[in-house]
């Protein structure tokens, strides 16, 4: 089984601040991870993921996520906000089971960006 | 490429009426499933489907089936519509079934049950 939890349903930053959006996850076996990015009124557009390869992944649009296995994080960090990252966040934990991978989501954040 | 398409982007149904949301992607992407988004509780998977011919129940499959006849679409029935099922839909598709897969969503359909 899998599960993912993001601390914060709500996250606000002045522009130029760090982001910071939190996502912790179990899983029984070595995971995959994703955070996906959703504007309003859109679908949801991969921001980076974490295959095992390197545990610091970088992303689209200046964003970078840590994997931490004696944690088990996968949160996902901005130097300098922009009032364009105004949307809503989720982590993702994929997983093999079967015959195919299954992508659960977090909850989501919603990140507002204030002048 | 177009992408995943979804159709229609809104939708108002009556209890009881059924409907088929549409879903369509050209990137020959041989694995597909349908999501749905509540506020507060992110995106559940309702069904999945492994290529042509082969689909699998998702979390919340009840009230709903699907069936993929070709590797381009892969429609979504809702048999009795519910109030319940008032929701966002997504479809998403990637091109193996393999965990480290991206997937790719559509627009989204959003449907009102009343």
């Known amino acids: 089984a899998q599960s993912v939890t993001q601390l914060g349903s709500h996250v606000s930053v002045s522009e130029g601040a760090l982001v910071l959006l939190r996502c912790n996850y179990s899983s029984s076996v070595p995971p995959y991870l994703f955070w996906y990015v959703q504007y309003p009124n859109q679908g949801l557009q991969l921001l980076l993921k974490y295959t095992s390869a390197a545990t610091l992944v970088k992303g689209i649009n200046g964003f970078e996520a840590e994997f931490k296995k004696s944690e088990t994080s996968f949160h996902l960090t901005k130097p300098s906000a922009h009032m364009s990252d105004a949307a809503e966040y989720f982590c993702a934990v994929s997983a093999l089971t079967g015959t195919a991978s299954k992508l659960t989501f977090g909850t989501g954040t919603r990140l507002q960006v204030t002048l | ?114």
């Open chain 2, 1 to 114: 490429n177009a992408g995943v398409t979804q159709t229609p982007k809104f939708q108002v149904l009556k209890t009881g009426q059924s409907m088929t949301l549409q879903c369509a992607q050209d990137m020959n992407h041989e694995y597909m499933s349908w999501y749905r988004q509540d506020p507060g509780m992110g995106l559940r998977l309702i069904h999945y489907s492994v290529g042509a011919g082969i689909t699998d129940q998702g979390e919340v499959p009840n009230g709903y089936n699907v069936s993929r006849s070709t590797t381009e679409d892969f429609p979504l029935r809702l048999l009795s519509a519910a109030p319940s099922q008032t929701s966002v839909y997504f479809c998403a598709s990637s091109y193996l079934a393999g965990a480290r897969e991206t997937q790719y969503f559509g627009p989204g359909t959003r449907l009102l049950v009343l």
